[in-house]
């Protein structure tokens, strides 16, 4: 006879196998489709300076040029660099100014913004994250010169001359 603690364990796991392919292949679909679900940004308060609370040490015009150079990726050649300007967002989509044709990458996968003298980088709820310097990122972070870029299999270096 078996025990009725078996049988239930046995159908118990197969229920969570079942909900992990359903959810496995939800995804996969959902990343094929090109449909990434994007949150928006929070509203700064009134009187907040920039998103990571840093101030910066340089006043407005300063004349840098921040850049992202491209160390490696898919349809983009090593050296090429993208002018940042006012800001940017990363992406596969056609909303996104640097476009990416990496298949990690997001519709809307990521935003540089110039806050003053800095650059910050934020993820816009991608799939798969933003990596910077090796690490996902969790929240708005600064950039400073030679700092690494990661989205998929894309690699950029940021540049402020």
Known sequence: MVEPASVLLKYGFLIVLYLFLVWVSRNAL???AGKTVSRPAPAAPAGLVDA???HSLTPEGDGLEPQLVV?????????????IGD???????DSAEIRLQDPFASGRHARLIRQGGIVVIEDL???????L????????????AGDRVRIGDTEFVYEDR
């Open 30 to 32: 959902r990343d094929l």
């Open 52 to 54: 990571t609370g840093l």
């Open 71 to 83: 160390e490696r990726g898919v349809g983009l050649q090593p050296g090429m660099a993208f002018d």
């Open 87 to 93: 800001g940017a967002v990363l992406g596969r989509g």
């Open 125 to 131: 709820g991608s799939t798969n994250g933003t990596y």
């Open 133 to 144: 310097n090796g690490e996902l990122l969790q929240g708005p972070q600064p950039l400073h």
